[in-house]
């Protein structure tokens, strides 16, 4: 008996119990088709067109996935609308950067946290965007229409992105909105997605970063929590309700549907379900794509992050106004570095291995079955193996060139001004184009010094580039790591030394000085420049090495795929995650990770009291929360306690951070910023029994704005449900 079919076989009993986890992102348009019945059994009392209608504002009107401007697309967050004047309430770590970057030593927000008590008082933030879907609709065989079996990958992705760029022209033209068609099920069926795009998102809110982020690295990815992960924006429109550049003259957008927000709280065994913009996943891998993932991609990132982290950590320790600068990177860093450790800790205790071959071989037997499946999937397990075992040492390059060569800073802004640069070199320019080059190398120079210090990236070159010399086969070393072994005989310290003396830019009054008067003989000879492009041009050598190997892997997961769907046709099937909104659901539910251990559902206040370490470490405790909890003034959020985090067993990963916790009646009951280390393999294998999403409970989000921040003005725009 496999674990697998064990797990199984528990799934099916507590189902009869009705306690039981669902896997699954469900496409918001399959709802009535998939799902609907089953959330009307578990508790839900709205209808799938209460979600998601082309034809009406629903829920999912009000949910956000949160962007960069360039790459919208890439909800790195979630969020959802909270009042009818645009409020958006997402986690605290996704506001973090926004948090950071108008904090100073005058105005420290991470410490002291923010609120405007007026809109006049709410901060810009270039660059962030607010996507909000209209529609979808599967546009598969008209993508298929131009496909067939005899293309190479190369041209098959070729007739995808045409035809696709037709579909969203079409979709798109004379309309407010952008759209983009993205693959589901590798591949094998394609969506067209239009959202609109508001690109004026301003901070409204965020509790200090002791309260934001209490527990830090040490309680992140683990149960219990007792974390305020929460920050607000708002998003303004044009005056006429059209997504706009920030103005003064913008208005707060008019949602077509927002959240009332429950103070009457959750109990075990509630139902929950949860919409957002989850990144990636990949449940379709085979054993071979997940021992990449174990030995090449979660070790290396783990083993040089940590190298990084203790770079970073020393020189914020060092200075106030380091610690504020790289307080969103080391965060950022901390994240996925303590995610790759526990995901292949879970991995192996769950035994995940052993449940992909398991599947491997119940394909096989399916394929080997009926000639006319192996004439199709014959090979397809076979060409995966070889595929793999041909990229090995390519992937154990590429993946140090992203974690180390790419971990110091310096040099990829150099490579990324370089361009422009040599624009201000052209004799053939005019003064008046020098001009905006110039200002816009200016412009470059001071958002990325603003948050640049000079001994801390030094530093990591000396470590990192060290790394990579040593990890990584001489056969595929950059030119820049060869010139460093000879010239310097491997001393990466003394290298890093000289970069940081010579190069101009390693800081911002030297690169200003160098526009004054640009030199592109100089510029080809500065150590920061050289190790930027000896770095993009061994990703394009990687790239041109695996070229063929890639087509290959990709073919065989496609076909893979398409063939686990024609081996259970009757199976309700959800696409891996890619950034699209989604919905899961689920329950809130305590659990027993292991022998002897049980975890209730729900964390209160009292637990922060519990939990309190020194000022500045990961458990500081504000002095004014003290007071506030001395004083047990909770009502009416509370009565003798106050809730913090609650958990739910849906299925989330990465980017579903800041999404709505949505209760049977289609209120706000919390949102999601975590996971439980014990199903950190979910993003492979989902694990129906131990899989939990932690949760901030509205009630002490409403709470924390109402009595700590005594921000009246947001507790009186939201429809509160007491």
Known sequence: ?????????????????????????????????????????????????????????????????????????????????????????????????????????????????????????????????????????????????????????????????????????????????????????????????????????????????????????????????????????????????????????????????FLPVSAQGVKDGDFAMILGFPGSTDR????????????????????????????????????????????????????????????????KQLNTMGNKQAIEKQFEAWVEAEPARKAVYGSVLSDLKQGYADMKNYAVAMTYVQEALAGPEAHLFAYRSGGLIERLCDKGESSEEKAEIKEELQRMGKAFYKDFNSEVDANLFATLFKVYSDKVGVDLHPELIHWVNKKYKGDYARFAADLKKTSFFMDEASFNAFLEKPDCKKLDKDLAYRAGKSCFEMILKLGAYTRDIQEKIVKGDRLFVRGLMEMEPEKAWAPNANSTLRLTYGKVGSYKPRDAVFYDYYTTLNGVMEKEGPKGGEFEVPQRLKELYAKKDF?????????????????????????????????????????????????????????????????????????????KNLINEMTIIK
């Open 635 to 711: 009502a009416p959020y509370g009565t003798d306690y106050l809730n913090v985090n609650f958990i739910t067993d849906n299925d989330i990963t990465g980017g579903n951070s800041g999404s709505g916790v949505i209760n049977a009646e289609g209120y706000l009951i919390g949102t999601a910023f975590d996971g439980n280390s014990e199903a950190m393999s979910g993003d492979i294998d989902f694990e129906e029994n131990l899989q939990r999403c932690i949760n901030l409970d509205t009630r002490y989000m409403l709470w924390i704005v109402d009595k700590y921040a005594g921000a």
């Open 284 to 347: 379709y891998t085979t054993s071979y794509g997940l021992e990449n993932t174990m030995d090449v991609t979660n070790d290396i990132r783990y083993q040089v992050r940590t190298v990084k982290l203790g770079v970073m950590r020393e020189g914020m320790e060092k200075d106030p106004k380091t610690r504020i600068q790289y307080a969103s990177k080391y965060a950022s860093c901390a994240n996925y570095w303590k995610y790759s450790f526990e995901q292949n800790k879970a991995l």
């Open 1 to 257: 008996l496999t674990m697998k079919k064990l797990g199984v076989i528990i799934f099916a009993l507590l189902s009869v119990m009705g306690a039981k986890a669902d896997e699954g992102m469900w496409l918001l348009s399959k709802l009535k088709q998939q799902n609907i019945e089953k959330m009307q059994q578990m508790g839900f009392k709205l209808t799938a067109e209460d979600i998601y209608d082309v034809n009406k504002p629903g829920i999912k009107d009000a949910i956000v996935g949160l962007g960069r401007a360039g790459q919208p697309f890439r909800h790195f967050c979630s969020g959802e609308i909270i009042s009818p004047n645009g409020l958006l309430l997402t986690n605290h770590h996704c506001g973090f950067n926004a948090i950071q970057s108008h904090s100073s030593l005058e105005h420290n927000y991470l410490e002291n946290g923010f609120w405007a008590y007026d809109t006049k008082d709410e901060l810009a933030n270039p660059g962030i965007t607010a996507s909000i879907l209209d529609r979808m609709e599967d546009v598969t065989d008209r993508v298929n229409a131009v496909l067939n079996d005899r293309m190479s990958e190369s041209e098959r992705n070729a007739a995808i992105d045409s035809i696709s760029a037709i579909i969203v022209k079409e979709a798109t033209e004379n309309t407010v909105l952008s759209g983009q068609v993205q693959p589901m099920f590798e591949g094998n069926q394609f969506f067209l997605f239009l959202y609109t795009i508001y690109k004026d998102v301003r901070l409204v809110g965020a509790p200090p970063q002791c309260m934001g982020k209490f527990g830090g690295d040490t309680d992140n990815w683990m149960w219990p929590r007792h974390t305020a992960d929460f920050s607000m924006f708002r998003i303004y429109t044009a005056p006429d309700g059209s997504p706009a550049e920030y103005s003064k003259d913008n208005v707060p957008l008019k949602p077509k549907h």
